[in-house]
């Protein structure tokens, strides 16, 4: 089973950029599709972006489309997660998940593989 590892979170004032990463071992990283999710203070675990094995197909989330974009490097076994436009609504931890599941889905109930998350706080 697939291992995650996020980085790249961080303080970042409205209108900012960051880019998080997601870092795996241990498993057949491009067999898997990552996923992106969020966790703000009070709400429920949001789904956010997802990238199938070949990246040809990357479903976002309508309150993250048009500023988020998501790639991967099959080579590094990396996900990313490049956030643009950043809104103080954006902070939350987020977090990388695999999972095997075909067709994509974004459903969390289906990632079985998760990392412990990485803090993004938008300042207003």
């Known amino acids: 089973q697939v291992q995650l590892v996020e980085s790249g979170g961080g303080l970042v004032q409205t209108g900012g950029s960051l880019r998080l990463s997601c870092a795996a071992s241990?498993?057949?990283?491009?067999?898997?599709?990552i996923g992106w999710f969020r966790r703000a203070p009070g709400k429920e675990r949001g789904f956010i972006a997802a990238?199938?094995?070949?990246?040809?197909?990357?479903p976002y989330a309508d309150s993250v489309k048009g500023r988020f974009t998501i790639s991967r490097d099959n080579a590094k076994n990396t996900v990313y997660l490049q956030m643009n436009s950043l809104k103080p609504e954006d902070t939350a931890v987020y977090y990388c998940?695999?999972?095997?599941?075909?067709?994509?889905?974004?459903?969390?109930?289906?990632?079985?593989?998760w990392g412990q998350g990485t803090q993004v706080t938008v300042s207003s």
């Open positions: 998940a695999a999972t095997l599941q075909l067709p994509l889905t974004t459903n969390a109930a289906y990632y079985g593989s």
């Open positions: 990238i199938n094995w070949s990246g040809g197909t990357t």
């Open positions: 241990g498993g057949t990283f491009r067999a898997y599709t």
